[in-house]
Every structure is written in C-alpha cells, then in structure tokens.
C-alpha cells in the first residue's frame, strides 16, 4: 500500500484546493496545501528507492474452465521509479515557480489540475499489467480531453484536440491487441515479462504517444497550454510512454518485418532530424516543446531498436528533467541564468552524468549511418539548447519577496533530482559510458558556432536574415512539412470516409422507412429465399 500513498495524497491535496476556493477563497493557503502535498510525496517516492521492487496486487481472476485470465496490479521497480520521481520533481517545481507567475497563468485551480494529473499519471507509471496500462492510459486520455475542452480557446483547436484524443486510443487498441497475441505463449503475463511475439506492437503503441512512430504533431499550437499545469499535462502522458520502452525486450523486431529494420530506423531519423530543427528555429520554449518531446524520444526509441531498452531510460528523463527546467523558466532573472546550464550539463551525455548512458543504446552495436544522423540532431538540439540558455534576463526586483526565494527553489530541486538520478537512479546509471559520441556532437556544435560568428550572427540571437534566400526557402518549405507532419488531412480523409459511410446508412434508412420500404423489404426477402434456395444441395 506504500506506493499508493502519494498517489493518495495528490488527489486529496487537490481535492482540499477545489473546496478551499470555493468556500473560501485563499491564494496563500491553497499555495501552501499544494506545495506540502508535492514536498511530502517526493519524499515518499525518495524513500521508496530503498524498497525496490514494490509490487501490489488489486484484483485478479484466473479461471482456466471459462477461459478467463487478466489481472489489475501496480508495481514500483527500477524501471518506474526515475520517472516517478523526475514527474513529481516537475510538479513540485511548477508550485514552487508558479511562484513567481501569479498574474498570468497560476492559480488555485491550475495547482489542483497539477496534482491530479500527476497523481493520473503516478497510476499509469506503477502499472503493473498490461490491462492497468490501458485502463490508466484511458483515464489520463479522458482527463486530458475534458481539461482542453474546457479551457477558453479550445473551440479553435477543437479538431486537434480530437484528433489527438483519437490516437491516443489507437494506442490503447494496439496494446489490446499485444495483450491477445502475448497471452497466447505467456498467459496472463506481467509488464516486466511482455512477450516477444506482443512486443513490436507495444513499441508501436508507445510511438504513437510519443508522436515518433509515426512522425505525427497534432498541437503544434497549444490551446492555452504555457507553463504550470500545461507542462504537467504534456508531460505525463509521455512519461508513462517512455516508461514502457524501458521494459520492452531486447529483441523487438520481429523476424518477418526484420528486413524493414531500415525504414523504422528513416522514420525515426526524420522525427529526430525534424524536431530539431524546429526546436532551434522556435521563437520560444513553449513553442518548441512538441519538437523537444519528439527529438529526444526518437532517440529513446532508436534505443529500444537497438536492443538496449535500458538505455532509453536516460534519454527519457533527459526530456522530461533538463526541458522543464527551460519550459518553467518564466519570467527570466538574469542572475539565475547560470542555473540552465546545469541543464546543459545534463543533455550533452559526458561520462558519469545522467545521460552517459544513454549512448550506449545508441551506439553500443558499432556506428551506422544511422548513428551520425542521430547524432546530428543531437548536436542541433545541443545548439538550440546553447541558444536558449544565453537568452538575457530581467531582474529580481520584479518578483514578490516570497517569490524570490519559492521561483529559484523549483530550479534548485530539478537539479537535484538530476544529481540523485544519475548516481543511484537505476542499476548502471552512474557509468563512464562512451566519451567519442558526445565529444563528435560537441565538436559539430563548436563548428557551428564558429561558422555562424563568421557571418556575423552572435548567440543569442541565431537567426537568418529575412532577406536571404535560405530564409525564404525556409519560410516556403516549413509550413508545407508542418501540414504533412501534423498528419491532419489523415484525420480529415479518415473523418471524411465516415461522413460518407454515414450519407450512405442514412440515405438507405430513409429508402426503407419510406413509403416504399414495405416493397424494398419484400423484395430484399425474396431475393434472400432465392439465395438459399440455389444453394442448398438436392
């Protein structure tokens, strides 16, 4: 029951909030319940590291003579317990920091979606059956859509929202269907024991979240999602994503699509090389946070491909830890600037910091070609990250004098969970690792910044000039590769082919319930007693 508990305290911390507001409204008082349950339940997570692993069984039934298997359990082990730790890290975070955004998009009611949507996303992180996975995707999935239904502009993204939401149940079917063909050589089989023949379709499901398999971006413009609780709902559905990339099994292809290992390594390289891109290119964080998610979990993937799923384990908790810390980063205090490049530190991969071994999954079989691309998108997210990082700041003296000390807190405790990570985080996360990859992704981002000092354009400001013609192709191409990426006109063609299959069920209703439906019938039952008739043998 100890895992549960900070699950438990979440929601009555966010339930608390909602009552406190309406009975009594406190701004102060409503911060300070959310900041207590976040603090507490970090620290229970924190000492649930010495209890790994944690299993609790809910409910289950095996009945072999009415064929009924499955079971609902949760379980806490060294694959779950980073990411639990690194999302409620973020939570505690966007309390703290949220600090310092009170007139513009914190409040009482964004710290209690907050702690329920972490405390959704702390169920499907522990789950420990295939059937709690969906039934905690579906309930995540759910909350989601009602929470940006229900938000001021979502009429204009109404489409996306649903497009979005259509996907995410893609997913939860394929691993409906994964669970089937699994149960059928592993019955009732647990996460942690996913079969090989279920395997591919799980990575698929996983790919799906993530926007990887296939390149898909359906919120390229996010209804009023900025920082705060925006940051907690993008990221906890990926991070229970990732989490079940980490227990896939080595071997994932399977040996009849194993001769188009190729054309998933092309997709996965052109959603690292895209997003990256994109991310440099953004006007800002938040605008390049879909692209971030993408870059970074192309190469959690690759991982998975690769057959080294622990390896994405590190380059999962490099998006969701060092991104927050640029996507809370709001307003900027040019004296807590240095803070980001403890941020930096933590995506280049130098040995015996959280991301050495990352590069084990990705080039631990021997270079490839795919190996440099992914290494070139690496580099480019190195750049862009470099490009945020020098951005200049405003002062202190705007912040509340509590808010001076609450804002920097929720920076400080990122860079611990990423301290405490990297050296006890999982077995083999404090590693040498490989020095010549991130030294080779390290080189192309000196190159580049001496290439770019050449031409004049100093960091921070990386852009191109408007007026040339690189720009212009740019500007031409962009938006283009946007409409195709986004993959909206396959939702429109999908949700075409559904308004004509039902003119066509409507228009036959109307032919039958007509004044000749009578006749229509007669006729159809005439031609049914012919049909049988021929066939039956003399």
Known sequence: MLILLPIGLLLIAALAITIQQRARPNFGTSWLIAASASIAAWLMVLILRFRLPTTLEVLSWDN??????????????YNSWPYILALLTITLAVILTGAART??????????????????????????SSLTLMASWALVDLVELIYLLRLEDASQFTFRILASYA??????????IGTIIGWQTFPNFDITQIPQSAAFLFLLAAGFRLGVFPLNLPFLQEP?????????????????????????????????????????????????LYAAFRWLSAADEIEGRPFWIVAWASLAVASVLNGKPQASLAWGLALILPGSLFFLYFPRVQRMNFLLFFGLIGLVGLP??????????????????????????????IFGTVNRTLQPGGEAGSLETW????????????????????????????????????AVSLGLVIGATILIRRYGIEPPYIQLPASSGLAKILDWIQPRLEAIFRLEWVYRVILWFFNLFGKILRYISIIIEGQGGILWTILLLVLLITLLSTGRTP
């Open 403 to 438: 808010a001076r000390i609450a804002y920097p807190l929720g920076f400080i405790i990122i860079i611990q969970a990423m301290i405490i990570l990297g050296l006890v985080g999982w077995p083999g996360s404090l590693t040498l690792g490989l020095w010549w990859p991130p």
């Open 103 to 128: 007139r513009y998009d914190s409040t009482p009611q964004s710290w209690a979606a907050s702690l329920t949507i972490t405390a959704l996303g702390l169920i499907a992180l522990q789950s420990g």
């Open 352 to 381: 015996y910091t959280p991301l050495a071994s990352g590069w084990i999954g990705l080039v631990g079989n021997g270079a490839t070609l795919w190996t440099f691309i992914f290494l070139i998108a690496h580099a480019i997210m």
């Open 224 to 272: 009023g999602m900025r920082r705060g609780a925006g940051n907690i709902l993008r990221l906890a559905p990926v991070a229970s994503s990732l989490v079940l990339l980490a227990r896939l099994p080595e071997n994932i292809i399977p040996a009849e699509v194993q001769g188009w290992t190729w054309a998933f390594y092309a997709l996965l390289a052109i959603a690292a």
């Open 64 to 77: 072999a003579d009415s064929n009924l298997l499955g079971h609902f359990s949760f379980l806490l082990d």
């Open 167 to 176: 996907v995410r149940m893609a997913s939860i079917l394929l691993i409906f």
